[in-house]
């Protein structure tokens, strides 16, 4: 009689039991399958149904590194958006046309500039009559948007809710202020930093600018913190963001920079053009970084928004019932 070929490296013992539990992995485990959609993170074929340890089939990057890059582990931590389009439409209009709004606010500046070094002519005095009326109505649009800030979700504090308003009201002696720059001031003057001295009372509306805009960015900050936090690639630093308070440090600069206008005045004739002409750089670096740091607000708005509409899956979306395990059921 024969015998059985004897197994020289038994993992079972004579009950059956697997007498290395460390050897082998759960077959438990190793059953999962994806019972959500999840798109690879590489070539996003939708590895529904393949298996947490199997690769993609498309290009081979493993189930386990999309798991890793598309799935939010605190994604059950997060209350539900009210209204979801509503917020995302929020967020990208404050964003857009807040940049879009800084845009045209240095588009007088950029003609005086063309007009003294490209054109080499005299600088036409006044500020044509649309500057002022698309910049407000952006700022409008903005302010708008900023409503979205207001009370998102259930988890939003009272307080933070009331902060929100405070800043969605702010727009209010924002675009007025504006308004009263380029479109009454501005029309009837000579081009201020380069032909004439700005007058006291445009530097004084551009300081209610300045608060204006500090208001808001500190009333609205505590939500979009909030909302931040729902974007994966924000939240874990995968993308670089824009935040809030380099906003407000560069409205600071800015802010600086018209003190030291309304300084010169009263200072000595031997200093005058010395803290004027500083106060035009502070001025002009401050505009440059709010701008640029609006720019990067829009990036991070949309990012935002995707989230808030089409919100990172958690392992319960794509292992279902089983993401517990089967200790934890």
Not at 71 to 100: H, K, M, N, Y
Not at 229 to 238: C, E, H, N, V
Not at 251 to 266: P, Q, T
Not at 282 to 309: H, K, N
Request: hydrophobic residues 50%; contains cysteine; aromatic residues 6%.
């Amino acid at each position: 009689m024969t015998e059985a070929p004897r197994d020289d490296n038994p993992t079972t013992n004579a009950d059956g039991q697997d007498e290395h539990p460390g050897f082998a992995p759960d077959p438990t485990r190793i059953g999962l399958s994806l019972s959500g959609a999840l798109p690879c993170y590489v070539c996003s074929y939708n590895l529904q149904g393949l298996s947490v340890t199997a690769s993609c089939p498309e290009c081979g990057a493993a189930v386990r590194a999309t798991i890793l890059y598309r799935v939010d582990p605190d994604a059950e931590a997060f209350q539900p958006v009210f209204t979801p389009r509503l917020t995302a439409i929020g967020l990208v209009l404050w964003a857009s046309c807040g940049f879009l709004a800084a845009c045209i606010a240095w588009s007088p500046r950029v003609i005086d500039l063309v007009e003294r070094f490209v054109v080499q002519r005299a600088i036409t005095p006044g500020t044509p009559l649309w500057i002022p009326r698309l910049l407000v109505a952006l700022t409008a649009l903005s302010g708008l948007g900023a409503l979205a800030f207001i009370r998102p979700s259930k988890a939003v504090p009272k307080l933070a809710s009331a902060l929100a308003v405070v800043g969605a009201l702010a727009y209010v002696p924002l675009a007025w202020a504006l308004w009263r720059i380029h479109a009454v001031i501005d029309a009837g003057m000579a081009s201020p930093y380069f032909v004439a001295a700005p007058r006291a009372d445009r530097t004084a509306l551009r300081m209610v600018v300045g608060g204006a805009l500090l208001v808001i960015i500190l009333a609205l900050r505590p939500n979009a913190r909030r909302l931040v936090q729902r974007s994966l690639a924000l939240r874990k630093g995968r993308v670089d963001r824009q935040t809030l308070l380099g906003l407000a440090v560069a409205v600071a600069i800015v802010l600086a920079g018209d003190a030291m206008w309304l300084l010169a005045g009263s200072c000595p004739p031997s200093l005058r053009d010395v803290v004027a002409d500083l106060g035009t750089i502070l001025i002009a670096v401050g505009s440059l970084l709010f701008t640029i740091g609006a720019a990067s607000a829009v990036m991070d708005g949309w990012r935002i928004a995707r989230s808030v509409v089409l919100p990172a899956p958690s392992m319960k979306d794509i292992l279902g019932s089983r993401a517990r395990g089967p200790d934890n059921d």
